[in-house]
């Protein structure tokens, strides 16, 4: 089993800036994709930002040039800076992780990221 704690969400006026974390443990063994997912009110989940054991990354469309995601695979522990943060940022971040090619899947409990106009 895998635990994922995240942390860094909080309320944040638009324009600025915010870091996520998410640090796994349990049976870390061939962790392959970390990612990020948000869940806004009266939405789907979707995928924010994901990265590959390797470092290939991938981002929405929405939050490309704003949202970095990294990892650091020594702590098992993957992060997302956000900056020019917008309204619509606003929605539950979830950490997503993948291991053994995809075989096992678990999700982190959720962080709140709200951005005031």
């Known amino acids: 089993q895998v635990q994922l704690v995240e942390s860094g969400g909080g309320l944040v006026q638009a324009g600025g800036s915010l870091r996520l974390s998410c640090a796994a443990s349990g049976t870390t063994n061939n962790i392959n994709v970390m990612a990020w997912y948000r869940q806004a009110p009266w939405k789907q989940r979707e995928l924010v930002a994901s990265?590959?054991?390797?470092?290939?990354?991938n981002y929405a469309d929405s939050v490309k040039g704003r949202f970095t995601i990294s990892r650091d695979n020594a702590k098992n522990t993957v992060y997302l800076q956000m900056i020019s943060l917008k309204p619509e940022d606003t929605a539950v971040y979830y950490c997503?992780?993948?291991?053994?090619?995809?075989?096992?899947?678990?999700w982190g409990q959720g962080t709140q990221v709200t951005v005031s106009s």
């Open positions: 990265i590959t054991g390797v470092g290939n990354t």
């Open positions: 997503y992780l993948e291991r053994s090619a995809g075989y096992f899947k678990y």
